[in-house]
């Protein structure tokens, strides 16, 4: 629970949860998903009667995705819930709305989407000022057919994000990853929302554009209005209201230290990240557009050990084509050759959505048709991004990893259409690395527990820390309620970690990791201790990461890993992890938190 904590100076501290490190000072922008732009313009009056066909068309298409969720929710039996959506038929049916529409239309000469907001603004205004809560409530099914209507009509609205042009710190209930997407880092100077917790792909998002985020903050859209000042620290997780000048004194301080430490960090650029006694972890860096390739070069990574391509088209309104997911992975390719890279299959569903990937509404989408589930039954959508992938090997740097796998079929379909990609390009005479490698992600419990099985179609392991997390220990990621019962360190997630590693190298496999407990720099001597060949990172950690490894000897990480297996809780393993850090890079907990 946040915990407000007044002062004598008015100055408010909330506790959250922090997603990204830093420290950011700077005026509030309160984003509602409502904020979306709208497109406005005068319409001749030759074009009314299209306008009204327009207004018409976005109706009946409204209505049928209303029924279609209503449908899908009588199936799954919650029969009181349907009943909502009676309402917003009822909305969508309300013949003096409809005319209303159309006559503001005709008066103002506006397209449908102006009148649209003019009427329903009149609506929802005088809904809300009469004194019956019956009424009252009538205004959110107003709004959220409305904003279906919009929706339908533009295809896709502009992101608020794209119209901000001062620096601010942006408070909103929650952040799709679209919104995060939209962002421009020069204007969005960092975030801080009521929902959300540290892996979901909103987080994972702030964390690659290097801005302080928090979330998991529950009521802050309430407590803060546009234009207020804030504080917020993205290492302890706390947002500051109104923060006193002797608070901004003490902030500029630890701002001057933590900024001196990541200045001496930047010498081990181009040091290899190899224990005192000489043990080589491949140190690698996750990446979610082209652009980030900057980043993976300035903070001195090897390569790219996760490419999340799903986030080069989530502000799109479709997906790409071949030719132009080709572009994408071959900027990629080429800018690191010849450092590894490995290209992920999209990873569609759970938290993460396309406009154009028909991913059926689910009541569990973190448990349903995601990742190569839904490639597989997209299979030309999943034959295009392979091709697009071998077009981008030919320097021999690339690798191809699928997500979510839960059992060897999978590997097998999916190698399959593979094969079929690659018999097209050679009779189109389109080179490629016919030895391209194949790995997989081990994400969830059951891919963990058979890594004997699924290492005899692949060449490597990467795991997936974020989503194994969640589907071992039953914690949603995104669920703020529960991110408590999120814990890294739990003895079952450090078995299964250590298992898959053993397996791995068994079989002659070797296993990396990308989730984000592969980034937290206290964890790197467990990680160590365990085997772990390859970290990959966010761009911003290469350098702590790197600056552990190097000070460690791979015998004192074997031997925390050791006792750390012996442990009963999570917070005994934290423990000791964190006295390790402290004898042997403590600059690392000035940074972290
Ligand atoms: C993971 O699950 O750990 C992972 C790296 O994939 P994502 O965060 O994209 O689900
Ligand atoms: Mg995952």
């Known amino acids: 629970m946040s915990v407000p904590t007044p002062d004598p100076g008015g100055e408010i501290v909330i506790k959250g949860i922090g997603v990204c490190t830093g420290v950011?000072?700077?005026?509030?922008?309160?984003?509602?998903?409502?904020?979306?732009?709208?497109?406005?313009?005068?319409?001749?009056?030759?074009?009314?009667?299209?306008?009204?066909?327009?207004?018409?068309?976005?109706?009946?298409?409204?209505?049928?995705?209303?029924?279609?969720?209503?449908?899908?929710?009588?199936?799954?039996?919650?029969?009181?819930?349907?009943?909502?959506?009676?309402?917003?038929?009822?909305?969508?049916?309300?013949?003096?709305?409809?005319?209303?529409?159309?006559?503001?239309?005709?008066?103002?000469?506006?397209?449908?989407?102006?009148?649209?907001?003019?009427?329903?603004?009149?609506?929802?205004?005088?809904?809300?000022?009469?004194?019956d809560d019956y009424l009252k409530e009538r205004?959110?099914?107003?709004?959220?057919?409305?904003?279906?209507?919009?929706?339908?009509?533009?295809?896709?609205s502009i992101s608020i994000f794209e119209q901000l042009n001062r620096k601010h710190i942006i408070v909103a209930n929650d952040l799709s990853p679209s919104d995060t997407a939209a962002m421009k880092k020069d204007v969005v100077q960092g975030f801080a929302t009521d929902l959300g917790s540290p892996t979901s792909h909103t987080a994972v998002m702030a964390r690659g554009m290097e801005i302080p985020a928090i979330v998991g903050l529950h009521d802050i859209t309430q407590r803060v209005s546009t234009g207020d000042e804030i504080l917020i620290d993205g290492n302890k997780g706390i947002l500051i209201l109104r923060p006193t000048s002797e608070r901004l004194e003490?902030?500029?301080?630890?701002?001057?230290?933590?900024?001196?430490?990541?200045?001496?960090?930047?010498?081990?650029?181009?040091?290899?990240?190899?224990?005192?006694?000489?043990?080589?972890?491949?140190?690698?860096?996750?990446?979610e557009v082209p652009e980030d390739i900057d980043a993976v070069l300035s903070h001195g990574a090897n390569g790219v050990g996760l490419f999340r391509t799903e986030y080069l088209y989530l502000s799109k309104e479709r997906l790409p084509s071949e030719d132009e997911q080709a572009e994408a992975y071959e900027k990629v390719s080429s800018r690191l050759s010849p450092a590894p890279v490995i290209i992920r299959t999209l990873d569609i569903g759970g938290d993460k959505f396309l406009s154009d990937v028909r991913v059926p509404n689910e009541m569990n989408p973190f448990l349903g048709c995601r990742a190569i589930r839904l490639s597989l039954a997209q299979p030309d959508m999943l034959k295009t991004q392979l091709r697009a992938i071998l077009r981008a090997s030919?320097?021999?740097?690339?690798k191809i990893m699928y997500p979510?796998?839960?059992?060897?079929?999978?590997?097998?379909?999916?190698?399959?259409?593979?094969?079929?990609?690659?018999?097209?390009?050679?009779?189109?005479?389109?080179?490629?690395?016919?030895?391209?490698?194949?790995?997989?992600?081990?994400?969830?419990?059951?891919?963990?527990?058979?890594?004997?099985?699924?290492?005899?179609?692949v060449a490597f392991f990467s795991i997936g820390t974020n989503d194994l997390i969640q589907y071992t220990l039953a914690v949603d990621r995104v669920n703020e309620r529960v991110a408590y019962l999120y814990e890294p360190t739990h003895p079952a997630i450090l078995r299964l970690i250590k298992d898959t590693i053993d397996v791995g190298h068994k079989q002659g496999v070797w296993v990396g990791l990308c989730g984000e407990m592969g980034a937290d720099p206290v964890m790197t001597p467990?990680?160590?201790?365990?085997?772990?060949d390859e970290l990959s990172v966010v761009p911003s950690a290469v350098p702590l990461v790197k600056d552990v490894i190097c000070n460690i000897t791979a015998k004192e990480a074997r031997e925390l890993?050791?006792?750390?297996?012996?442990?009963?809780?999570?917070?005994?393993?934290?423990?000791?992890?964190?006295?390790?850090?402290?004898?042997?890079?403590?600059?690392?907990?000035?940074?972290?938190?």
Do not use: W
């Open 24 to 131: 950011v000072i700077g005026p509030v922008f309160l984003y509602t998903a409502e904020d979306s732009y709208v497109e406005e313009y005068a319409v001749a009056a030759d074009d009314v009667a299209q306008e009204i066909g327009r207004f018409e068309d976005a109706l009946i298409e409204t209505r049928r995705q209303i029924k279609q969720v209503q449908d899908d929710v009588v199936e799954a039996a919650q029969k009181d819930s349907a009943n909502i959506f009676d309402a917003h038929l009822m909305v969508l049916d309300d013949g003096a709305l409809i005319g209303e529409v159309i006559a503001e239309i005709r008066k103002s000469g506006i397209n449908v989407e102006g009148a649209v907001r003019i009427v329903a603004t009149r609506y929802t205004a005088a809904l809300g000022a009469v004194d």
């Open 139 to 156: 205004t959110a099914d107003i709004k959220d057919v409305v904003r279906r209507l919009l929706q339908n009509l533009s295809g896709r």
């Open 250 to 287: 003490e902030y500029g301080r630890v701002v001057e230290t933590r900024r001196s430490i990541v200045t001496g960090l930047t010498t081990l650029k181009d040091q290899e990240a190899k224990t005192k006694d000489g043990r080589t972890i491949i140190l690698s860096a996750n990446v």
């Open 394 to 398: 030919t320097r021999g740097n690339v």
């Open 404 to 457: 979510m796998v839960s059992n060897a079929g999978e590997i097998i379909q999916a190698n399959a259409i593979l094969k079929e990609a690659m018999n097209e390009l050679q009779e189109e005479n389109l080179p490629f690395d016919e030895n391209l490698d194949i790995g997989v992600m081990i994400e969830t419990p059951s891919a963990a527990l058979t890594a004997d099985v699924l290492s005899d179609h």
């Open 526 to 532: 467990l990680l160590i201790g365990f085997g772990i």
């Open 561 to 593: 890993a050791e006792i750390a297996l012996l442990a009963r809780s999570a917070g005994e393993v934290l423990g000791h992890c964190r006295e390790l850090i402290l004898k042997i890079a403590p600059e690392i907990l000035e940074l972290t938190g």
